[in-house]
């Protein structure tokens, strides 16, 4: 069984730097222009409830059933959310929290553990469900965070989470051969659905 776990397009707060987390941003102009189809057709597509990641899928995916999950979201960056690390240099809780190496709890927001454990859990829910029912593929379109916080606690080769940060747009192709026994995925590779550039 395959699991396609893609990032969205690009927002007007990625070109930014901005922490989005859970603030609801469309995709920007720019974004949408540069996604193109997929080069294949799931029947169904796994979505959060921010709309980024629903007109991602509706480009790459025109013909899927779109299934919102509550829990595949993106982290809850609380009151940093909206800005970015220029805008907060000197505010001490930003600084807290990233000499924390941003592992405590975001004002008013998530921390990493909290976030990561509630992702792993939603996903581990539907790759059991798409096991039990014979499906082939597992396609899932949401955020950065949620993609690092899957691969880096299932993925093999093994890295840390930051590693796994994957482009607007793009994503990890895994197989899930040893899932059950294992708890494992094993990276087959990396997918962009962008336009190339013109000149």
């Keep these: 069984m395959k699991i396609y776990l893609l990032r969205h ?25 540069a ?24 480009i790459l995916f025109p013909t899927a059933e779109y299934i919102p999950v509550n829990d595949l979201g993106e982290m809850n960056f609380g009151v940093f959310e909206g800005r970015n690390y220029k805008e907060m240099e000197h505010d001490s809780a930003y600084r807290a929290w990233v000499d924390s190496n941003c592992e ?13 454990e509630r ?14 029912n014979s499906e082939d593929m597992l396609v899932i379109v949401a955020h950065g965070g949620t993609q690092m916080a899957v691969m880096e606690k299932y993925a093999v080769p093994q890295k840390n989470y930051y590693e796994w940060c994957a482009p607007t747009a793009g994503g990890y192709v895994l197989d899930a051969r040893d899932w059950q026994e294992k708890h494992v995925l094993h990276l087959i590779g990396t997918v962009q659905y962008t336009k190339e550039a013109t000149c």
């Design 35 to 58: 996604l193109k189809q997929a080069d294949f057709s799931p029947k169904t597509v796994f979505v959060t409830p921010l709309k980024r990641t629903k007109q991602t899928a509706e």
């Design 9 to 33: 397009g690009e927002t007007a707060y990625n070109v930014d730097y901005r922490y989005q987390g859970v603030t609801d941003i469309p995709l920007s102009p720019a974004g949408l222009a």
């Design 104 to 116: 405590s709890t975001c004002p008013g927001g998530e921390c990493k553990a909290d976030f990561s």
């Design 119 to 132: 992702v792993c859990k939603a996903f581990e829910s539907l790759l059991n469900q798409s096991i039990q």
